[in-house]
């Protein structure tokens, strides 16, 4: 969800038929179509080109990442519309003038993919000759542009809960202001928020002016005002669109919806997600070797009497998991719980939240973080209202820099947790990335440890054995850690290991080579010096210089000239000379010779003839020993 402000989003009505509208059912399935503008392409420029390879690390990710979401490319302001990748997908489907169907939306698979990097191969020289680009004044209109979108949405085969169309250009307006068109293309952008069809906007220049039509038509498709409108930096927006390990908002998919109970006869309804993007690994596959068919595992619980007279165990009986039990030994007695007695244990508390009371944030310093962290966003389906109450509770814990502690317990017959709901504001993330245009204000759900989970470690005797330093020394050590100190960012923080494996499988699967992404998280060692310039003097005047080690002395060529005359090698015309090859002997010097030169010297000058499996060693001590 892309906000929660009260003032643009939250409604409140009396009506009990609100609640059943509110209900939908999510399918897990997201349509991604790129449209991009053919004005890109000139040949001074290489806009187009960074335009395509976007949406190439697009569909990478898709194939990689998002197996279940479906994708699409358009061309628009072109002058020819060749067959796409699919000839009879546009079947049923009203056509527009100066655009071109690339591919329909569908779901990647390596075909789909090795098709479009085909296409990026030749795409400098022969998309003048196969598209071509519109002249002024033939544009294609723009709101016509938007039906074919949602017509290939809808032709996708697939029931999708998310769609978004997203669109990559450098021309600040798509009509003339006082053109038919122009008013047209308002008038679609009411239809994709009433089909909640999500629109982004790409500039692929720097420096971009909203104003003239995109600041009306993104706030007519995202029913906010246009004095809430604030526009993000294009290179921000190319940024996150172009990173293949982050999705463009994570917290579209929730994990699970729940209540928090602030109080009797007090609640609101919540929903919570990842708070970053987790990278997914292979699948595991379990296959059959008669047919290749997929193996499919069910637990089946049996039993077996033993016989009182042989001890022997009889034959096995399938058991129903309702009708067993759990028994205890306690001494010569022994206890038995059923299976409804246990579910009612683990069931003490219902699922969902329940608030304890409040502590001040200074104090979060001191945990150790367990579990990864949830993020937490309001919920107007089940209880109306839910948005405004959180809104308040959000403000009054940042104005009072307080955190809530809560019992959480996310689903029905798991382990209750105690949780910190800490605010967290947009305006908080990190300068200069686009990390604040995924991250909402909401509450990051800090699992709190248990006291087995705490470590006690004495860190007084770490510096008294082996490494001494005094107080001034350890002060400048501490301020150099703090000027290297970086803000977590786990955007920008790959996994290695998987980040290779995920190049390999490209690799394999397109038969290219593709490079790693590596971590884009810590700055380059220029930077940090920069940063730490003006404590170096003083640690150099506490620690003094460091020693540098003593180079090894070089090799001199008379030196190098003697070892290889004591270990001279034969060449082919040395071993026809029986005198040569009789000093070499006498010297033992026969080592330096290969395993075919020793069967010859044997051949020639002994007239013995060795097996071609005979070793090196064996070879040398036959003709030392016919020698001797």
Same mark, same amino acid.
């Given at each position: 969800?892309?906000?929660?402000?009260?003032? /643009?989003?939250?409604?409140?009505?009396?009506?009990?038929?609100?609640?059943?509208?509110?209900?939908?059912?999510?399918?897990?399935?997201?349509?991604?179509?790129?449209?991009?503008?053919?004005?890109?392409?000139?040949?001074?420029?290489?806009?187009?080109?960074?335009?395509?390879?976007?949406?190439?690390?697009?569909?990478?990710?898709?194939?990689?990442?998002?197996?279940?979401?479906?994708?699409?490319?358009?061309?628009?302001?072109?002058?020819?519309?060749?067959?796409?990748?699919?000839?009879?997908?546009?079947?049923?489907?009203?056509?527009?003038?100066?655009?071109?169907?690339?591919?329909?939306?569908?779901?990647?698979?390596?075909?789909?993919?090795? =098709?479009?990097?085909?296409?990026?191969?030749?795409?400098?020289?022969?998309?003048?000759?196969?598209?071509?680009?519109?002249?002024?004044?033939?544009?294609?209109?723009?709101?016509?542009?938007?039906?074919?979108?949602? #017509?290939?949405?809808?032709?996708?085969?697939?029931?999708?809960?998310?769609?978004?169309?997203?669109?990559?250009?450098? %021309?600040?307006?798509?009509?003339?202001?006082?053109?038919?068109?122009?008013?047209?293309?308002?008038?679609?952008?009411?239809?994709?928020?009433?089909?909640?069809?999500?629109?982004?906007?790409? @500039?692929?220049?720097?420096?971009?002016?909203?104003?003239?039509?995109?600041?009306?038509?993104?706030?007519?498709?995202?029913?906010?005002?246009?004095?809430?409108?604030?526009?993000?930096?294009?290179?921000?927006?190319?940024?996150?669109?172009?990173?293949?390990?982050?999705?463009?908002?994570?917290?579209?998919?929730?994990?699970?919806?729940?209540?928090?109970?602030?109080?009797?006869?007090?609640?609101?309804?919540?929903?919570?997600?990842?708070?970053?993007?987790? #990278?997914?690994?292979?699948?595991?596959?379990?296959?059959?070797?008669?047919?290749?068919?997929?193996?499919?595992?069910?637990?089946?619980?049996?039993?077996?009497?033993?016989?009182?007279?042989?001890?022997?165990?009889?034959?096995?009986?399938?058991?129903?998991?309702?009708?067993?039990?759990?028994?205890?030994?306690?001494?010569? =007695?022994?206890?038995?719980?059923?299976?409804?007695?246990?579910?009612?244990?683990?069931?003490? =508390?219902?699922?969902?939240?329940?608030?304890?009371?409040?502590?001040?944030?200074?104090?979060?310093?001191?945990?150790?973080?367990?579990?990864?962290?949830?993020?937490?966003?309001?919920?107007?389906?089940?209880?109306?209202?839910?948005?405004?109450?959180?809104?308040?509770?959000?403000?009054?814990?940042?104005?009072?820099?307080?955190?809530?502690?809560?019992?959480?317990?996310?689903?029905?017959?798991?382990? @209750?947790?105690?949780?910190?709901?800490?605010?967290?504001?947009?305006?908080?993330?990190?300068?200069?990335?686009?990390?604040?245009?995924?991250?909402?204000?909401?509450?990051?759900?800090?699992?709190?440890?248990?006291?087995?989970?705490?470590? =006690?470690?004495?860190?007084?005797?770490?510096?008294?054995?082996?490494?001494?330093?005094?107080?001034?020394?350890?002060?400048?050590?501490?301020?150099?850690?703090? %000027?290297?100190?970086?803000?977590?960012?786990?955007?920008?923080?790959?996994?290695?290991?998987?980040?290779?494996?995920?190049?390999?499988?490209?690799?394999?699967?397109?038969?290219?080579?593709?490079?790693? +992404?590596?971590?884009? /998280?810590?700055?380059?060692?220029?930077?940090?010096?920069?940063?730490?310039?003006? +404590?170096?003097?003083?640690?150099?005047?506490?620690?003094?210089?460091?020693?540098?080690?003593?180079?090894?002395?070089?090799?001199?060529?008379?030196?190098?000239?003697?070892?290889?005359?004591?270990?001279?090698?034969?060449?082919?015309?040395?071993?026809?000379?029986?005198?040569?090859?009789?000093?070499?002997?006498?010297?033992?010097?026969?080592?330096?010779?290969?395993?075919?030169?020793?069967?010859?010297?044997?051949?020639?000058?002994?007239?013995?003839?060795?097996?071609?499996?005979?070793?090196?060693?064996?070879?040398?001590?036959?003709?030392?020993?016919?020698?001797?």
């Amino acid at each position: 969800m892309a906000s929660w402000n009260p003032d /643009y989003e939250v409604s409140i009505s009396d009506s009990e038929d609100d609640e059943d509208n509110l209900k939908t059912t999510y399918t897990g399935r997201e349509a991604l179509i790129f449209v991009v503008d053919a004005n890109l392409y000139t040949k001074e420029s290489s806009r187009l080109t960074d335009a395509l390879n976007i949406i190439r690390n697009a569909f990478l990710s898709g194939l990689l990442f998002n197996d279940k979401d479906v994708m699409g490319l358009v061309f628009a302001n072109t002058n020819e519309s060749p067959q796409p990748y699919e000839s009879n997908c546009l079947e049923d489907i009203e056509m527009p003038d100066n655009c071109a169907v690339f591919l329909p939306v569908r779901q990647l698979t390596k075909g789909v993919v090795d =098709h479009y990097l085909r296409f990026l191969e030749t795409m400098p020289e022969s998309f003048v000759q196969t598209y071509g680009v519109a002249k002024d004044g033939s544009e294609v209109n723009f709101s016509y542009l938007l039906r074919l979108c949602l #017509d290939l949405v809808g032709k996708c085969y697939y029931a999708v809960d998310n769609s978004t169309i997203v669109y990559l250009t450098d %021309k600040e307006q798509p009509h003339r202001t006082n053109s038919d068109s122009y008013a047209q293309a308002f008038q679609k952008a009411a239809d994709l928020k009433d089909k909640e069809v999500d629109f982004k906007l790409i @500039p692929m220049v720097d420096e971009f002016d909203y104003n003239s039509f995109y600041k009306e038509f993104l706030s007519l498709v995202k029913g906010e005002e246009m004095e809430s409108f604030v526009p993000v930096a294009p290179e921000k927006l190319r940024e996150m669109l172009a990173d293949r390990k982050i999705k463009q908002s994570f917290a579209r998919r929730s994990l699970g919806h729940f209540k928090l109970f602030l109080g009797p006869d007090l609640s609101l309804s919540a929903q919570y997600f990842n708070y970053f993007q987790k #990278d997914k690994k292979p699948r595991k596959i379990l296959v059959q070797r008669s047919d290749n068919a997929v193996v499919k595992r069910k637990r089946l619980n049996t039993v077996r009497k033993i016989d009182p007279e042989t001890n022997e165990l009889g034959d096995p009986r399938a058991v129903n998991i309702t009708n067993a039990w759990y028994e205890i030994r306690l001494g010569d =007695h022994s206890l038995r719980l059923t299976y409804e007695q246990v579910n009612r244990v683990r069931n003490l =508390h219902v699922p969902g939240m329940m608030l304890l009371g409040f502590q001040s944030k200074s104090e979060l310093t001191k945990i150790v973080y367990c579990k990864p962290c949830n993020f937490m966003y309001p919920d107007d389906r089940h209880i109306l209202g839910s948005k405004r109450l959180f809104r308040a509770l959000w403000e009054r814990c940042r104005a009072r820099d307080k955190v809530a502690i809560c019992l959480f317990m996310s689903r029905r017959k798991s382990m @209750p947790r105690y949780v910190a709901l800490v605010p967290v504001s947009r305006e908080d993330a990190t300068e200069g990335s686009y990390y604040s245009l995924l991250a909402n204000d909401g509450f990051k759900i800090v699992y709190l440890p248990y006291t087995s989970y705490v470590r =006690h470690v004495d860190f007084k005797d770490w510096n008294s054995l082996e490494n001494h330093a005094s107080d001034e020394g350890v002060a400048i050590c501490e301020k150099l850690v703090r %000027k290297l100190r970086l803000k977590y960012n786990p955007s920008l923080l790959s996994d290695p290991e998987i980040d290779h494996l995920q190049s390999k499988l490209l690799a394999l699967a397109f038969d290219q080579k593709f490079e790693t +992404l590596g971590s884009q /998280y810590f700055p380059d060692p220029q930077s940090q010096d920069t940063v730490i310039a003006e +404590l170096l003097p003083e640690f150099k005047e506490i620690f003094g210089e460091d020693a540098e080690p003593a180079k090894k002395r070089a090799a001199s060529n008379s030196s190098l000239a003697s070892t290889k005359s004591k270990t001279p090698k034969l060449v082919a015309e040395d071993l026809n000379k029986k005198d040569y090859v009789m000093q070499m002997i006498n010297n033992r010097a026969l080592d330096s010779c290969t395993k075919q030169q020793l069967m010859q010297i044997l051949e020639e000058h002994f007239n013995k003839t060795m097996p071609k499996s005979s070793k090196k060693q064996d070879l040398l001590d036959c003709i030392y020993d016919l020698n001797d």
